[in-house]
């Protein structure tokens, strides 16, 4: 073969082998925070073994939401892989391990945000799709709606050929018996475990999400904070994403999470501050009990909460896995 040839098919593989090759933002940081639920979490009630069962699942959503962003996955998949993961899980009140309401069904809820586009997606009293974060994403991206309810969404979700399942699989004892406890003492209970994650990928997009089973022996089809945007969840590129648990007929009042994200681009707050604002500040005087997990652009964390503790945790690039449970 010629020389030039050489050189000209040499060249060639050269610009196949760049071609080939992800070119990413240089030095742009990613990153993702979790939460699992809060509540009375208080460590002498929590066995050594128990302990370790919710430290290795939070510690496995995060590990799967990061794994996203470093290969340069967006944040909108690793929210919604991360919550899939707890959704899956017994340990928390999402998916597997919906509380029960007073006709001893499982009514499940969820929420996904896009910061970059603030498309957002949700589904409300749904009984049988066995993963609703995905669902709530279907309808942000397949759907001209917002949200869903009930029948209508279940069917949206055979249409989009997700997995149904029967209301047994949602089935755990330690649920039914707090539902059977509820009914005797005629109240509602809060429960700990509404699960959610905020990430931000290599291209400053972020995201969240939120996914919950309501509360223990609620009727009427009630519906909390987690699928409805502003309250629950909510996420835009110029400020924060943010995802909420705990007593939701508060944060619905306060439009929590959106607060968060107002005070940072309206009043120049920080995310910190903004959260405790919230958190510390307008929930507690008005009555509710709860939290945030945030993220903002600058991948600042928060993880801001008015309990005894939270399920919670953060991976950012460049550092090792954060997992934490009880208040400090």
Known sequence: MPRNSKR???????????????VYPQNQKFGIVIHGGAGTILKKDMSPEKEKEYTEKLTEALEAG??????????????????????DSPLF??????????????ELDASIMDGKTLAAGAVAGI?????????????????????MTGEGAETFAKKQNLEI??????????????????????????????????????????????????????????VGDSPIIGAGTYANNNTCGVSA??????????????????????????LASAAEEVIFKKLTELGGTGGVVALDKDLNVAM???TEGMFRGYYL????????IYKE
């Open 127 to 147: 009984k049988h799709v066995k993963n609703p974060i995905t669902l709530a994403r279907k309808v942000m991206e397949n759907s001209p709606h917002v949200m």
């Open 304 to 306: 801001i909460f008015n």
């Open 317 to 324: 690039s460049g550092c090792e896995p954060v997992v934490k």
């Open 66 to 87: 990061y794994k996203i962003l470093e290969s340069g996955g967006s944040s909108l998949d690793a929210v919604e892989q991360a919550i899939r993961i707890m959704e």
């Open 245 to 270: 648990t705990g007593h939701g007929e508060y944060f619905i009042r306060l439009g929590a999470a959106k607060d968060v994200s107002a005070l940072m681009e309206y009043k120049g707050m920080s």
């Open 165 to 222: 399942v029967d209301q047994s699989y949602f089935f755990t004892k330690e649920r039914w018996e707090s539902l059977q406890k509820a009914k005797q003492e005629e109240k509602l209970k809060e429960k700990h475990g509404t699960v959610g994650a905020v990430a931000i990928d290599i291209y400053g997009n972020i995201s969240a999400g939120t996914s919950t089973g309501g509360m223990t022996n609620k009727k009427w089809g009630r």
């Open 93 to 106: 009140n999402a998916g597997k391990g919906a509380v029960f309401t007073n006709a001893g069904t499982n």
């Open 8 to 22: 000209v098919t040499s060249f060639v593989v050269l610009i196949l082998l760049l071609a080939s090759i992800h």
